[in-house]
Structures are given as structure tokens and as C-alpha cells.
């Protein structure tokens, strides 16, 4: 992890330092650092609202932008999506420098305003799913299989940032000789094609060993993940439970298991 975000978790750790503010989810050198924050900001008539605000800085952050995940008791799904859209807008200006307490200080002093915009989703529900069990109108799920990959660590890099500009969560995994890559979002964002193998001289080219073996609306019993995460597995019931998990035993048995056999 870079010094500059060390120090900058570390600030915002004795920022949010009250009970429950502030809490580390996930730290790794391969997949970055995921943490939530709990906060408020104020919205009509003076009112607070919480907000739970979950970020994911992937390893070459503050280079490319943090995953943001928005949640609260109080604001619509549509808004939840609206307050996410503004928050990684605000981002891009911010790039290339740690933005997280810049960002949080912008929802803050701007949600007010961002809620007075019309609602562009269609739902009225609120925006209070579980990490285990979301269910969203404009949400999709997509299982690919990479035939091949040259380049790992060029790749990886590709794919991330592919993930990253699309607004992808999910994961890249490995086990063995296979190599998946799961994938939540916009259906737009998950049908567009990208460059994401390196051939031998480090030049992108389209990948045309790339497979897609299953897509669909997220579904309630579906895992809703809040980054994009690459992953190696030393077995197969690794990678069982991590399919299981996700909700997802159903397409494991009849897609995944098809490759080892």
C-alpha cells in the first residue's frame, strides 16, 4: 500500500473515530483496501439523514477512482444511485490525490441540493438492502471464462481499470487454469466490449478467447458486491464457497463445474 493512502487511512480512522463511524472491512497488497463510514448530512428542512458510505480504494489508487457504495434508512434506491453518481462525478476531479474526506465534506455540504434533482430510477423503496440480499431494477449479474490470459499482471491491471471505468464490481478468479471473471452492473456497461488482453509485446488487443456463460437481473438471493476484487483459489471447494456465498450455488453447478470436468 502507498504511504500517501496509509496516511490518508489513517486520518480518516481519527476523523471517524466514534463508536460505529468507522470500520475496515477488507485490507489486501492484491486487492486494496475496502472500509465503511458512517455519517450524516443534511437534507430538507434541516433535517439529518445517515449515511452509510462503503469505499473500495483498489491498489492503484488515488491513480483511478475508489468503488463507492451508498446506503441509508432515509433515501430511495433511485436516490441511493443518484448521491453515488454525483459522489464518483466529484471524483474525477479529485484524481491522482487522496479524496475520500473530500468527498465524504462534499456529500455533506451537497446532498441537500442532489436531492432536490428529479429522480431518474423507478423505484420508491429505500435504499436499505443488505450486502447479502439486494435486489436491484437496474442491476445485472454476468459470468465470463477466459480461455487464456498473457501478460498476467498486465492484465490484471487492464481488467481492473476496465472494471473501474465501467462501474463493474465483482471479481477476477483464478484457480488453476481457469480463470473467470464475475461481474455486477449496468447492462450497458456490462455488454461493452474492451481490449483487455496484452499480447507478447505489451500491446492491448481484443480478446477473442473470452466466453460469456451466464447473465441475468441480480436476484434477491444474489450477493451485492461493493468492489471489484481479484482472487486466486489453491482448490475447487474454494471456489465453491465463493460462488456459494454470492447466492450464486445454482450457476457454480452447472457453468463452473462444467470447466474442471
Given at each position: ?105 462534499w456529500i455533506q455540504q451537497n446532498l441537500r441540493h442532489i436531492l432536490s434533482q428529479p429522480e431518474t430510477g423507478s423505484g420508491s423503496e429505500k435504499c436499505t ?104 483459489y489453491s482448490a475447487l471447494d474454494e471456489l465453491q464457497k465463493e460462488f456459494e456465498t454470492a447466492g450464486l450455488k445454482k450457476l457454480f453447478s452447472e457453468f ?6
Open positions: 500500500m502507498a504511504e500517501p493512502v496509509q496516511e490518508e487511512l489513517s486520518v480518516l480512522a481519527a476523523i471517524f473515530c466514534r463508536p460505529h463511524e468507522w470500520e475496515v472491512l477488507s485490507r489486501s497488497e492484491t486487492d486494496g483496501t475496502v472500509f465503511r463510514i458512517h455519517t450524516k448530512a443534511e437534507g430538507f428542512m434541516d433535517v439529518d439523514i445517515p449515511l452509510e458510505l462503503v469505499f473500495h480504494l483498489p491498489v492503484n489508487y488515488p491513480s483511478c477512482l475508489p468503488g463507492i457504495s451508498i446506503n441509508s434508512e432515509q433515501l430511495t434506491r433511485a436516490q441511493c444511485v443518484t448521491v453515488k453518481e454525483n459522489l464518483l462525478e466529484q471524483a474525477e476531479s479529485l484524481l491522482s490525490e487522496p479524496m475520500v474526506h473530500e468527498l465524504v465534506l438492502f443488505s450486502t447479502s440480499t439486494t435486489m436491484d431494477d437496474g442491476l445485472w449479474i454476468t459470468l465470463l471464462h477466459l480461455d487464456h490470459m498473457r501478460a498476467k499482471t498486465k492484465y490484471v491491471k487492464i481488467v481492473e481499470k476496465w472494471a473501474s471505468d465501467l462501474r463493474l464490481t465483482g471479481r477476477l478468479m483464478f484457480m488453476g487454469k481457469i480463470i473467470l471473471i464475475l461481474l455486477q452492473g449496468d447492462r450497458n456497461n456490462l455488454k461493452k466490449t474492451s481490449k483487455v488482453d496484452v499480447d507478447s509485446s505489451g500491446k492491448k488487443c481484443k480478446e477473442k478467447m473470452i466466453s460469456v456463460l451466464f447473465e441475468t437481473k441480480v436476484q434477491t438471493e444474489h450477493k451485492r458486491f461493493l468492489a471489484f476484487e481479484v482472487k486466486e463452473v463445474l462444467a470447466l474442471v470436468k
